[in-house]
């Protein structure tokens, strides 16, 4: 053998299982960067200029924040944040045997993924209307929301979602390209840009959404409520290590496509305020003017592939989050928590021996179970009925537009109780007795949960009392008092105060080397 050879081979061997890696976790990418990403993104550039980039930013950081703190849950404790919640409460008020704060998750995931279905149907009606040469007829608009409703149910019921996976991302990185060619192209004034990633509320300017709903919308469209449940998921047999890369690949992947599409939408940005409201072929107007007609077909064709994506992933995550919400795993009668579970890795990612496991297994007495699933009748059932509004919706030629901002603004609302699931989950011994959340990491995401409460509690009030209150500061500081008060309540009524203290009590006391 060729002194070196070997030793060449398992680099070469590491270097394509990380990248693997990391191809893997940018499902989580394609789950954020749909026809919603790309018209919000869009609207906040044409309407707002760069000034709202800063919001992008703290998407990110959240986004990251929330989806590795659900891997780390479901790779310490072997279950995922839905099974987790079913757990935790067990002993509470029930419906038909399932804990109510279960059917509440549920039934806010299928209502915000059906937002978001009839969102992805009208990014690819939009995308249609973008080939040129195309009109919004009313056999045209019906016939391309059939057709979308036959693909996707197809795939579906079949289960071959992956079957496609790969061609429509390759023909979604076209339209990256595309936007990324447009952007070096662009006259950009980089003063401007560079104030853009400092926070701030701009005035609403004549035929613009208010801004506050533009910066939720930005938040909702980037850290995806439902991915929490998703990525936990994806994290199932994975290393810490891995997963954390992973995620953190797919974030910086995701916030670049979506600054791109913001620097592309700024391009039809006026100082008084647009002429009229924004329309997606803005964008088409944009790349046209860079590209012909030529580019229009490529920003088009990688629309559709964008939207046809989200319509496969978003009703398969939500049926995939009841499914954990609602199956109840057989119990042998031996109960195993942290390091006891056998899926259990430590924080580099290696696996604890069984035979050590074998040592701390405990016996509960709870009475044994011989498990549940959910129907397939109703797992299936959960997809196709979303499919179904949203076919039906667009095909009644409702405002596009204004569908894609409500879908965006209300699961922004959601991410907050989403948020405090996954804080009162991940500082619950019994699932994290192995490898319980460290100090830093819990700071992190109490301050993300407050920020998110922050967020949607503005929005509420801008909602509620804006014509009665005119001053920005006044609304901020309102929101910014009921955020305070929720956690509050929280951290008193609740065990999370308590876990919260351990936590940094611990880190303190035994001066643990935090990663």
């Known amino acids: 053998m060729i002194p070196g050879s070997a030793s060449l081979k398992m680099r070469l061997t590491s270097l394509w299982n990380e990248v693997a890696s990391m191809l893997y976790w940018t499902m989580l990418a394609a789950c954020t960067v749909g026809p919603g990403t790309v018209v919000t993104c869009a609207r906040a550039g044409a309407e707002y200029d760069l000034s709202l980039i800063w919001a992008l930013v703290f998407a990110s950081i959240l986004a990251y924040t929330l989806q590795e703190g659900t891997a780390r849950l479901t790779i310490v404790s072997g279950k995922s944040l839905g099974q987790c919640l079913r757990v935790k409460y067990k002993n509470g008020a029930k419906i038909y045997d399932t804990a109510v704060i279960c059917w509440l998750v549920s ?280 499919v179904i509004i949203a076919t039906t919706v667009i095909s009644a030629n409702v405002d596009r537009t204004v569908v894609i901002l409500i879908a965006q603004v209300f699961n922004g609302l959601l991410l907050p109780f989403f948020s405090i699931c996954l804080l009162l989950c991940i500082n619950d011994e019994q699932f994290m007795s192995g490898g319980p959340q460290k100090g830093w990491a819990n700071l992190a995401l109490t301050l993300s949960v407050i920020i998110t409460l922050f967020l949607a509690s503005n929005v509420i009030v801008q909602k509620a009392f804006g014509s009665l209150i005119t001053i920005v500061y006044v609304k901020i500081l309102i929101a910014a008092g009921v955020a305070l008060v929720i956690i509050t309540a929280l951290l008193v009524l609740t065990s999370l105060g308590r876990d919260l203290l351990r936590s940094f009590q611990n880190n303190c006391c035994t001066g643990t080397v935090e990663d």
Do not use: H
Request: charged share 15%; aromatic share 8%.
């Open 107 to 386: 039934l806010s995931v299928f209502i915000g993924n059906t937002l978001y279905e009839c969102n992805n149907w009208a990014g690819g009606i939009d995308a249609i209307l973008a080939i040129p040469g195309t009109e919004n007829t009313v056999g045209l608009r019906v016939g391309c929301c059939l057709g979308y409703a036959v693909i996707v149910l197809a795939l579906l019921y079949w289960d071959k979602v992956d079957m496609l996976g790969v061609f429509l991302g390759v023909v979604m990185m076209c339209m990256v390209v595309l936007f990324l060619i447009v952007v070096l192209n662009m006259d950009i004034n980089g003063a401007n840009l560079g104030w853009g990633f400092l926070p701030n509320i701009p005035e609403r300017l004549p035929n613009t959404a208010e801004p506050t709903d533009i910066v939720l919308s930005l938040v909702g469209t980037t850290s995806i409520g439902f991915n929490l449940f998703l990525g936990g998921s994806m994290a199932e047999g994975k290393a810490l290590k891995g997963a954390q890369r992973g995620i953190g690949f797919s974030t910086v992947s995701a916030f670049l496509v979506s600054v791109l599409i913001l620097i592309v939408g700024s391009g039809k940005y006026n100082e008084n305020g647009p002429e009229e409201t924004f329309q997606i072929s803005s964008i088409s107007e944009a790349i046209s003017n860079f590209f012909g007609t030529a580019g229009v077909v490529v920003f088009a064709l990688g629309f559709i592939a964008a939207a046809l994506s989200s319509m496969l992933t978003v009703p398969l995550g939500a049926a995939l989050t009841a499914n954990s919400l609602f199956t109840e795993e057989a119990d042998s009668g031996e109960q195993v928590k942290g390091v006891d579970n056998p899926t259990y890795q430590k924080e580099d990612g290696t696996s604890v021996k069984m035979e050590d496991l074998s040592k701390t297994k405990t016996t509960s007495t709870e009475e044994k179970s011989t498990g549940k699933s959910l129907p397939r009748w109703i797992y299936l059932g959960i997809m196709f009925v979303m």
